[in-house]
């Protein structure tokens, strides 16, 4: 029999046995073989791949056959091969491989160290997004140590995922991605990105956002809404186009109702914003003062303000026969209106506090009053549109009593 072929289990079987002291060699040929070889003596045969470590010959023993498969030894010595291309000698190195840091133990890592680029650790919206995907689509891994990945991997996870939600695939390589970046950053792996090259589905943008016939019957539903705090969120959302984060954790310090503008410190996008505050949307916080004396919408859990009214949402959204509406949309819906009152698209990502690289010059030298008057004349068109406005003021809403 030749010393190269494509290893079966029948083959490796009939392998007539050599004289006792004697060996032979013999070479895996199949397209997954990774350098795959067969050590045969009269007592035993035993896998095996043979690679230039450092410049010198290096043998590693992978397992006996048929103890290990055929398959399990391709698998090995694919992986075997993946840490001498990083200049790991798996010889050597075994017992710096055993304490190799783990999947999960990088992630732990990453989100307890994590900070993101404008220096601040990772917000408790951010960990609760990673958690969710890691253990969805990534916890299986969670005990394979970081060298032991291969590129194949996360592309036929990304795949997999892309079959039906191509925008979750995206997100979870994204997230992978990043976990390696740290792990290299921090000196805790030194071999190359495995989820770099990736090539993301297309995805298409969102562009939901409240209708002319379904602002009646959205007002309508919010002046219904029991919660008095979570019916301002939403109002207050709509009528400052602001990030439902932010709103979220909107402080009464941050606000001065005599100028009319509210101070957000730090947005998404690393900047600070002024957010000018139309009539309504005053005539909504002075109606709340004295709610809290920090949060101008205080919860009852461990934040202090409301995190995710996830429910209050889906109640005005039924009540108003409303579907695929989120509370994201309700920021669009300022920016599309005030499109709609003919405001510029560099008017527009100044109240909204978009990033681009090719308008932020433009952007550092507006004024806030052309940003002003478009807001309240979009805020205006919205309010008529739902049946709300009424000689410049808005039609009070029926608040709980305490």
């Not at 917000?123 to 958690?131: A, N």
Request: aromatic share 8%; with cysteine; proline share 5%.
């Amino acid at each position: 029999m030749e010393n190269r072929f494509s290893f079966t289990k029948p083959k490796l079987e009939e392998l007539p046995n050599p004289n006792p002291g004697a060996r032979i060699t013999y070479h895996d040929t199949h397209k997954k073989a990774a350098g795959l070889q067969l050590r045969h003596t009269s007592t035993s045969k035993t896998f095996f791949i043979q690679k230039r470590v450092d410049g010198r010959p290096e043998r590693v023993t992978i397992g006996k056959f048929p103890d290990m498969s055929i398959e399990k030894a391709r698998e090995e010595a694919a992986r075997l091969s993946g840490l001498i291309a990083q200049k790991i000698n798996p010889n050597t190195d075994a017992r710096a491989l055993k304490t190799e840091t783990t999947l999960q133990e990088l992630f732990d890592n990453f989100l307890k160290h994590r900070r993101n680029r404008r220096g601040a650790f990772l917000s408790e919206k951010t960990k609760r997004s990673y958690q969710s995907d890691f253990k969805l689509y990534l916890s299986k891994w969670g005990k394979r140590k970081l060298s032991q990945f291969k590129d194949t991997d996360f592309g036929k996870l990304h795949a997999d995922i892309g079959k039906s939600h191509p925008a979750t695939a995206n997100r979870v390589i994204r997230v992978a991605s990043s976990l390696f970046g740290y792990a290299a950053e921090k000196k805790l792996f030194k071999g190359t990105n495995p989820v770099q090259g990736i090539r993301q589905f297309p995805e298409t943008k969102r562009d939901r956002f409240l209708q002319s016939d379904e602002l009646p019957a959205f007002f309508s539903s919010l002046a219904e809404e029991p919660n008095d705090t979570l019916r301002d969120y939403f109002l207050l959302s709509l009528l400052t186009g602001a990030r439902r984060s932010n709103v979220q954790e909107m402080q009464w310090s941050q606000i001065n109702l005599d100028r009319a503008e509210w101070r957000i410190p730090t947005t998404k996008n690393g900047e600070p914003q002024t957010v000018t505050l139309s009539p309504e949307a005053v005539e909504i916080l002075r109606s709340r003062q004295g709610c809290d004396p920090v949060w101008v919408f205080p919860g009852t859990g461990a934040t202090g303000h409301i995190v995710e009214p996830k429910k209050a949402w889906a109640r005005v959204l039924e009540r108003a026969g409303i579907d695929n509406l989120r509370i994201h949309d309700l920021r669009r819906t300022l920016g599309s209106w005030q499109a709609k009152t003919g405001a510029s698209l560099v008017i527009v990502g100044k109240s909204l506090n978009h990033k681009s690289p090719s308008t932020t010059a433009i952007y550092a030298r507006l004024d806030l009053d052309p940003v002003r008057e478009s807001v309240e004349r979009a805020t205006g068109a919205m309010l008529a549109a739902g049946g709300l406005k009424e000689s410049g003021v808005i039609v009070p809403i029926k608040r709980n009593k305490a």
